[in-house]
T-cell receptor, first 113, second 113 residues
Framework: AQSVTQLGSHVSVSEGALVLLRCNYS??????LFWYVQYPNQGLQLLLK??????LVKGINGFEAEFKKSETSFHLTKPSAHMSDAAEYFC???????????FGKGTMLLVSP | NAGVTQTPKFQVLKTGQSMTLQCAQDMNHEYMSWYRQDPGMGLRLIHY???????DQGEVPNGYNVSRSTTEDFPLRLLSAAPSQTSVYFC????????????FGPGTRLTVL
């Protein structure tokens, strides 16, 4: 079965600082990887996805992630945090013959002024 | 397109009661899934379907039933509610294709007393 590990249940940064959210995966098949964001009391919104076309993936709101097969990682970064980035972020890998997702436990990003 | 819709948005049940969470999508997606979200646990797969008439269990299926009689609808039934089923429930759909994203509904917040 596929699995995802997100290091750090909470990450705190100052506004303008680099954001780095870590994700490592385990997959028995070529992985397709996703980052979703959830703002308070809302549903999930796709930030970006890795589909094997390019290892560096750019998403919405200035986020990007790099797929590193040798490290089985798909870390999410943003050069400069904004207050509006405060949310919970989930890394996920395709599962069940690519018909569902297996999620990490999530990382809450806190942004201070 | 309305996307993925879920009803109700909120529900309070007493232990032992039964109910059905409704999910519908208007994107003609073959794949549909139900997840539950609990603090610190991420999203966990309850049941999923790869087409009308085909369903299968996910990671946490106990206490839940599903059926898929049409492409559009994928209801989740709680047979005898328990406090452990207090959670936020998300329905998702996606088209076939390994790297396609899942589209999530707005969620149903369920409390079992």
């Amino acid at each position: 079965a596929q699995s995802v590990t997100q290091l750090g249940s909470h990450v705190s940064v100052s506004e303008g600082a680099l954001v780095l959210l870590r994700c490592n995966y385990s997959s028995s098949v070529p992985p397709y990887l996703f980052w979703y964001v959830q703002y308070p009391n809302q549903g999930l919104q796709l930030l970006l996805k890795y589909t094997s076309a390019a290892t560096l993936v750019k998403g919405i709101n200035g986020f990007e992630a790099e797929f590193k097969k040798s490290e089985t990682s798909f870390h999410l970064t943003k050069p400069s945090a904004h207050m509006s980035d405060a949310a919970e972020y989930f890394c996920a890998v395709s599962d069940k013959g690519y018909s569902t997702l297996t999620f990490g436990k999530g990382t809450m990003l806190l942004v201070s002024p | 397109n309305a996307g993925v819709t879920q009803t109700p948005k909120f529900q309070v049940l007493k232990t032992g009661q039964s109910m059905t969470l409704q999910c519908a999508q208007d994107m003609n997606h073959e794949y549909m899934s139900w997840y539950r979200q609990d603090p610190g646990m991420g999203l966990r797969l309850i049941h999923y379907s790869v087409g009308a008439g085909i369903t299968d269990q996910g990671e946490v299926p106990n206490g839940y039933n599903v059926s898929r009689s049409t492409t559009e609808d994928f209801p989740l039934r709680l047979l005898s509610a328990a406090p452990s089923q207090t959670s936020v429930y998300f329905c998702a759909s996606m088209s076939t294709g390994a790297y396609n994203e899942q589209f999530f509904g707005p969620g149903t917040r369920l409390t079992v007393l």
